[in-house]
């Protein structure tokens, strides 16, 4: 029995791919870890009515949308008939989506998408009675 056909120098081989893998991911995330920026403090945007949180429902992200730079954004099926504006939350901030609004008429099996710039993340849509309008 040659040596590269025992089993134990099978078992030392998977049991080195591993460790050599785990070595790389806790290089990487100490790389990731040093070089990452301090985070800025988390702020809302003053246009947002108190108890807005609340009433705020998530939006699907579908995937890329038709022109670089664009995501497409799948609005619920069970929000409620009314006027709705967007808010993107980040690093536990949130900032009104500037001239994104839409109407939920109410009809059944219809699928709204809405086609967002990629900056937007972890969008929702809120009642426009939640966000007052921007100061001049």
């Not at 500037?98 to 219809?110: A, T």
Request: glycine residues 10%.
């Amino acid at each position: 029995m040659s040596t590269m056909s025992h089993p134990w120098f099978h078992l030392a081989r998977r049991a080195g791919t591993v460790l050599a893998a785990a070595g790389l991911l806790a290089a990487g995330a100490a790389l990731v870890g040093c070089t990452s920026a301090p985070s800025a403090p988390a702020t809302v945007d003053s246009r947002l009515v108190a108890g807005w949180e609340a009433n705020a429902r998530p939006l699907f992200m579908r995937g890329p949308g038709p022109t670089a730079g664009t995501q497409a954004w799948l609005v619920p099926a069970t929000l409620p008939r009314g006027t709705y504006e967007l808010v993107s939350r980040r690093d536990g901030g949130a900032r009104v989506i500037d001239g994104r609004r839409f109407e939920v008429d109410g009809q059944p099996y219809k699928d709204l998408v809405l086609i967002l710039p990629s900056e937007a993340h972890d969008v929702e849509a809120v009642e426009a009675r939640f966000v007052s309008a921007p100061a001049r």
